[in-house]
């Protein structure tokens, strides 16, 4: 990482970095958890944006999580020479699954040499109260624990129109209840949410900041194949953001983030052979020195426009 990009992004390496005194990598991973989106518990196709092979690596190899694991720490150790890790439970819903379950795989996650922590990426509307308090278990053991909640817009009917299956009220009851127990929540938005535009997102960060948020994921939609929304693509009735929009948007979001809220990332990707537009997110680092640049180019950095953090911003110790 540059020097200039470290003064401009409080990012969640940059943290983590600084807390072990060492780089931590997260290794992604996909326990084979499925979601209540998708099996008719809360809703029947799941988000009209997603397919999960376009945002896990491990979706659906199948590999055993030892091998994932393994092969995460062999290929990241491989690059960077990173020697402590998060086992970052990715793909689908995980926590959607019975505690005794979700403590078994948990475990062994952490169990595995030079894991530290874990990250949990669920939907806000599943995380039942037993999970939150094994969470907050690990924390109270010295471990590294995230939990990642997919909020994606405060606005209910953006939500509804994407088939979330929830709402923002389910978010903030997980959000609160986890935070009372002291377990740091990372919230992902995703910008170019059918139906909405820069108020909207704007809009949704005041809300989730007004809440208190401890990290935050900001997530370009993408059109990947077998989607509702590829079939919305094809019809000409969503279009995708640039390139050029996206970095100038989340430049202005970054703007106004707190440097206490932890940017765990500031845009996504998909693979190729899933990937139908935009084109930019086939990799993420016309995105990442997009905003980098316009940072600069801004003589700016996150958190130059934000208000403090009074607004119920309570930090996670
Ligand atoms: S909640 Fe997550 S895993 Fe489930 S359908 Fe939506 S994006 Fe996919």
Redesign the pocket.
Known sequence: MNQDRAARLHSFGRAMRDKYGEPVHKIALDAGFT?P??DGTRGIG??T??N?ASFSPNARRRTSLDEQLEAGRRATAGVSGARKFIAYFQA??NTYERVEVLKALYDRALDTPGVIGLSVGT?PDCVADEVLDLLAAYRRAGHEVWLEL?LQSAFDETLRRVN??HGYAEYVATLRAARELNIPVCCHLIIGLPGEDEAHYHATLNAVLEEGVDGLKLHPLHVVKHTRLALDWKRGEYAALSLFEYVRIAADLIERIPWEVLLHRITATAPRDVLLAPDWCAGKWAAINGIENELARRGSWQGRRSRALALGGRHCA
């Open positions: 979601c989106n998708r799941g988000c944006f997603c999960n689908y819903t939907r997919g979330r299956g």
